[in-house]
């Protein structure tokens, strides 16, 4: 079953099974790709960089690094959309083959299929088996391999705060206070402005004799 764009990314462990298989879309690789790899990683090599020079060799064209064509079918696989949300670390790369070159003007997509799923010891979270395949705008594999993932697992749903309140005490509590309101004080005398024997004018008043 190939599934050509898989809904959002909320995949976990358990949405996995062994035999899925999913299929990217494209991506194609420009001049700019090799020249810019080619100067941040210093692999000047002819085959990558010099036309004149690769016209006459085996290709006959420039190819691409091979490097880059994992890097680009591991940014495929992000773009999926269903390893972004559980993805924790990558375990290894096993197995990977250059094929076939790639040449400026090559569409790539990459296909993976799940070969392994399986819980870690303590049960936390996934282990994914996983086989890559690259292909070019002929379909020509250009690039395979095995690159393993350990992946997050689905939390169980949280309880509300609010459920964890014991409803019959509450219910209680709230019917008590209806049925018998608390009795109303009455009010307070009201005190007096004025000390006694004051004037209300502000200042005291003699005593009387």
């Not at 095995?146 to 964890?164: E, F, K, N």
């Amino acid at each position: 079953m190939t599934q050509e764009m898989p809904s959002p990314a909320s995949w976990y462990f358990e949405d996995f099974a062994v035999g899925q298989v999913f299929r990217t879309r494209g991506r194609t690789i420009t001049e700019s790709d090799i020249v810019s790899f080619a100067g941040w990683s210093w692999d000047t090599n002819p085959v990558h960089t010099d036309a004149v020079s690769a016209a006459g060799g085996r290709f006959g064209e420039p190819i691409a690094h091979g490097v880059p064509g994992l890097s680009v079918a591991m940014g495929l696989l992000s773009r999926l959309g269903i390893f972004e949300a559980c993805s924790i670390a990558l375990l290894g790369i096993d197995g990977w083959r250059f094929e076939a070159p790639v040449v400026v003007g090559d569409t790539v997509r990459c296909t993976v299929t799940i070969t392994g799923a399986r819980a870690t010891s303590k049960g936390d979270a996934g282990i994914l088996e996983r086989d890559l395949v690259l292909t070019n705008r002929d379909d020509v594999v250009v690039q395979r391999g095995s690159i393993g993932l350990m992946v997050a697992r689905r939390r169980p749903d949280l309880t509300p705060r609010a459920s964890r309140l014991n409803p019959s005490r509450s219910t209680r509590h709230t019917s008590r206070l209806a049925s018998h309101p608390p009795p109303l004080r009455p009010p307070a005398p009201a005190r007096s402005a004025h000390r006694p024997g004051s004037s209300g004018a502000g200042g005291w008043a003699p005593r009387a004799p």
